[in-house]
Antibody, heavy 121, light 104 residues
C-alpha cells in the first residue's frame, strides 16, 4: 500500500528557506500517470495548493507562490522535495505531500499525515 | 487565474439531514472538480473526483454533480462522522475556501 511521509525542520527563521522532503513507500515515484504535490494549511485557514511535480522533473506551481517555490524529485530515493524561500510568519502551516492521480481526473488520492512548520525567530 | 468559491462557508445540520454544498468556478472547468473531507489532525480524504465519481471506499450517501462552472456535493443522510470541513478543488490546482459542517 502506497504511503507518503513528510520530513523536515519544524521551525524555520524568517527570511530563510523552508525545505521539506516527501518519501514515497510501497510504490514507485516514477509510475506513469502519477504526479506528486504539496499542499499546505495555515492555522485556522483552508487548504492551499503549492505545486506539483512529475518524476521527469516537470513542475507546476501556484502563481501566488511561484516566485518563492522550487520543487525537485529524486527517483533513486523515491522522494520529492519542496523549497520555499524568504519565508515569513504567514508561511506557518501544516504541509502535506500527496499523490495526484491522472486516472482520477487529477485528484489527490493519497496524502501524507502532514507536518507542522512554524516560521519564527 | 481560476477562482473557486464555495458556499456556504459554514453550515449547521443534524444527524439524518440532507446537506448540499456548492462550488463555483470563475471560468468553465468542464468536470475537472474534486471534493475532499478534512478533519482536524488528519489528512484530507478524497470523496468525489471528476465532479460525480465516487472514490473507492467512500459511502454512497456522498454524491457530486455539476459541470462547467457550478458544482454540488450532497450528503443524503448525515452521519456523526460526517461533521468536518469540505473542500472543492479544481483538478490539478487550487482549492475552494472550505465549508465547515457543524452539528446543530
Amino acid at each position: 500500500q502506497l504511503q507518503l511521509q513528510e520530513s523536515g525542520p519544524g521551525l524555520v527563521k524568517p527570511s530563510e528557506t523552508l525545505s521539506l522532503i516527501c518519501t514515497v513507500s510501497g510504490g514507485s515515484i516514477s509510475s506513469s500517470g502519477y504526479y506528486w504535490g504539496w499542499i499546505r494549511q495555515p492555522p485556522g485557514k483552508g487548504l492551499e495548493w503549492i505545486g506539483t511535480i512529475y518524476y521527469t522533473g516537470s513542475t507546476y506551481y501556484n502563481p501566488s507562490l511561484k516566485s518563492r517555490v522550487t520543487m525537485s524529485v529524486d527517483t533513486s530515493k523515491n522522494q520529492f522535495s519542496l523549497n520555499l524561500s524568504s519565508v515569513t510568519a504567514a508561511d506557518t502551516a501544516v504541509f502535506y505531500c500527496a499523490r495526484r492521480s491522472g486516472e482520477l481526473a487529477g485528484a489527490f488520492d493519497i496524502w501524507g499525515q502532514g507536518t507542522l512548520v512554524t516560521v519564527s525567530s | 487565474d481560476i477562482q473557486m468559491t464555495q458556499s456556504p462557508s459554514s453550515l449547521s445540520a443534524s444527524v439524518g439531514d440532507r446537506v448540499t454544498i456548492t462550488c463555483r468556478a470563475s471560468q468553465t472547468i468542464s468536470s475537472y472538480l474534486n471534493w475532499y473531507q478534512h478533519k482536524p489532525g488528519k489528512a484530507p480524504k478524497l470523496l468525489i473526483y471528476a465532479a460525480s465519481s465516487l472514490q473507492s471506499g467512500v459511502p454512497s450517501r456522498f454524491s457530486g454533480s455539476g459541470s462547467g462552472t457550478d458544482f454540488t456535493l450532497t450528503i443524503s443522510s448525515l452521519q456523526p462522522e460526517d461533521f468536518a470541513t469540505y473542500y472543492c478543488q479544481q483538478s490539478y490546482s487550487i482549492f475552494g475556501q472550505g465549508t465547515k459542517l457543524e452539528i446543530k
